[in-house]
């Protein structure tokens, strides 16, 4: 198996030395990693490569991120990723509001806050209070994202976890960590077992597989 990654490392958004742990599980797990290799095109038998090389390939998994549908760019201004400009409200007029992966929110340096579920919930809480307070004739709160970290799996009891700058693990410790705190924001006492007895179950029954397509 190849992992094409369009930038320096793997993992961007983490430490580097959490992109070095990806690189060398992934590795050790027979995975070819190449970084600095952006796809430009995919033709049905391979990808080419923005340095000029090709890579054949009868099955590819295309996981570079998504954008928002472009049929709402009319509402407003809109970022590469077509998710929508929002003030420090998360407001695009005084009665409409955006949240989650379709709203463009900067962070402390400018960049957009990532598409994932913590940025999406406190949005949606935040606003929901809002709607309270003009109801109660107060004025509006100013967001502010509280940054609780950041998990990847790599694979079986092999993650990383950071949750402050000092504070990073690796392993089984953080894939453990990563299992305990999904069941724990899932919804429902009932998904929390079904999906906990599948867990176990997947864990439990697990082998090595390797699909063969000519
Ligand atoms: C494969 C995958 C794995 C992910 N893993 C993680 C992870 O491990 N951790 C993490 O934090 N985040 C993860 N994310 C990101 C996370 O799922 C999103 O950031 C989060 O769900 C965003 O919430 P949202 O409410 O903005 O959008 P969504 O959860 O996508 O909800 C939008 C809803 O709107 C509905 N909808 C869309 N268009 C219309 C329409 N025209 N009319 C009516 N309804 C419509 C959709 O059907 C959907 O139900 C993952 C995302 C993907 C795709």
Request: proline share 6%; charged share 20%.
């Given at each position: 198996?190849?992992?094409?990654?369009?930038?320096?490392?793997?993992?961007?958004?983490?430490?580097?030395?959490?992109?070095?742990?990806?690189?060398?599980?992934?590795?050790?797990?027979?995975?070819?990693?190449?970084?600095?290799?952006?796809?430009?095109?995919?033709?049905?038998?391979?990808?080419?490569?923005?340095?000029?090389?090709?890579?054949?390939?009868?099955?590819?998994?295309?996981?570079?991120?998504?954008?928002?549908?472009?049929?709402?760019?009319?509402?407003?201004?809109?970022?590469?990723?077509?998710?929508?400009?929002?003030?420090?409200?998360?407001?695009?007029?005084?009665?409409?509001?955006?949240?989650?992966?379709?709203?463009?929110?900067?962070?402390?340096?400018?960049?957009?806050?990532?598409?994932?579920?913590?940025?999406?919930?406190?949005?949606?809480?935040?606003?929901?209070?809002?709607?309270?307070?003009?109801?109660?004739?107060?004025?509006?709160?100013?967001?502010?994202?509280?940054?609780?970290?950041?998990?990847?799996?790599?694979g079986r009891r092999k993650a990383v976890v950071e949750m402050r700058s000092w504070l990073r693990f690796q392993g089984s410790l953080a894939w453990l960590t990563w299992l305990a705190l999904h069941l724990a924001y899932l919804s429902g006492g009932?998904?929390?077992?079904?999906?906990?007895?599948?867990?176990?179950?997947?864990?439990?029954?697990?082998?090595?597989?390797?699909?063969?397509?000519?």
């Amino acid at each position: 198996m190849t992992l094409l990654e369009a930038g320096p490392r793997l993992l961007p958004t983490f430490h580097p030395q959490s992109s070095k742990y990806t690189l060398k599980t992934l590795t050790k797990m027979g995975v070819h990693v190449h970084v600095d290799a952006a796809v430009i095109e995919a033709t049905p038998q391979s990808l080419r490569l923005k340095d000029g090389s090709e890579i054949f390939a009868g099955t590819r998994i295309w996981a570079a991120g998504v954008v928002a549908p472009p049929h709402w760019k009319f509402l407003g201004e809109t970022d590469r990723g077509n998710r929508i400009k929002v003030n420090s409200h998360l407001q695009i007029s005084d009665s409409i509001w955006v949240v989650g992966d379709v709203a463009s929110f900067p962070d402390n340096d400018g960049r957009p806050l990532p598409m994932v579920a913590p940025v999406a919930i406190q949005q949606g809480k935040h606003v929901a209070r809002q709607i309270q307070r003009r109801e109660s004739s107060k004025p509006l709160e100013v967001f502010k994202y509280r940054d609780k970290g950041q998990m990847a799996t790599i694979g079986r009891r092999k993650a990383v976890v950071e949750m402050r700058s000092w504070l990073r693990f690796q392993g089984s410790l953080a894939w453990l960590t990563w299992l305990a705190l999904h069941l724990a924001y899932l919804s429902g006492g009932r998904n929390r077992t079904s999906i906990f007895a599948d867990w176990i179950w997947n864990y439990l029954v697990w082998t090595p597989r390797r699909t063969i397509i000519d």
